[in-house]
């Protein structure tokens, strides 16, 4: 079974595509996709989606693995970051993935064991639940790939 997870920002995008087979998680890609903000806000939910959709394409995932947003502050932020979210959702429905969607608190919980860990907690002990490549990773990254993993966590999948 292979998942897209995700991340999802506006500006910044983690996207991890993880494969498990006969039990064991296997990282296969991971990117962190910028949009720059010059654009404008509809170019930029655009982008975001022409970058899923060719993730989806050249991948061929199964599911998609997102994070539920949760915002105590920044209102903006949280309306542009939710309409970029729904761009993803488009695009892995049209792709025909079955989607999951995960809370911070369920992420932090299946990565970690603690649902109240932090972003250094998450850093940590993601390569230490699958290999990763040498290459320093952001940490947009790092929670997309955290998603898929959790998404492993919680659905059983048949071969």
Not at 58 to 80: C, D, R, S, V, Y
Not at 86 to 96: H, S
Not at 132 to 159: G, H, N, Q, W
Request: proline share 3%; aromatic share 8%.
């Amino acid at each position: 079974m292979r998942i897209l997870g995700i991340d999802p920002g506006i500006e910044r995008v983690g996207i991890a595509v993880i494969d498990k087979v006969a039990g064991k998680e296997t990282f296969l890609f991971s990117e962190c996709f910028k949009t720059s903000s010059k654009l404008s806000h509809a170019e930029r939910l655009a982008r975001i989606g022409e970058e899923v959709a060719c993730v989806i394409t050249e991948w061929q995932p199964q599911g998609l693995a997102i994070e539920k947003l949760f915002f105590e502050k920044n209102t903006t932020t949280a309306m542009g970051v939710a309409e970029a979210r729904g761009v993803m959702l488009y695009e892995a429905a049209r792709g025909k993935l079955a989607i999951h969607e995960y809370t911070p608190l369920e992420i932090k919980v299946a990565v970690t064991g603690y649902g109240k860990s932090d972003k250094r907690a998450i850093m940590d002990m993601v390569p230490r639940l699958i290999k990763l490549p040498s290459r320093k990773m952001i940490d947009d990254e790092v929670d997309a790939i955290a998603a898929a993993l959790t998404c492993f966590a919680y659905v059983r999948f048949e071969k």
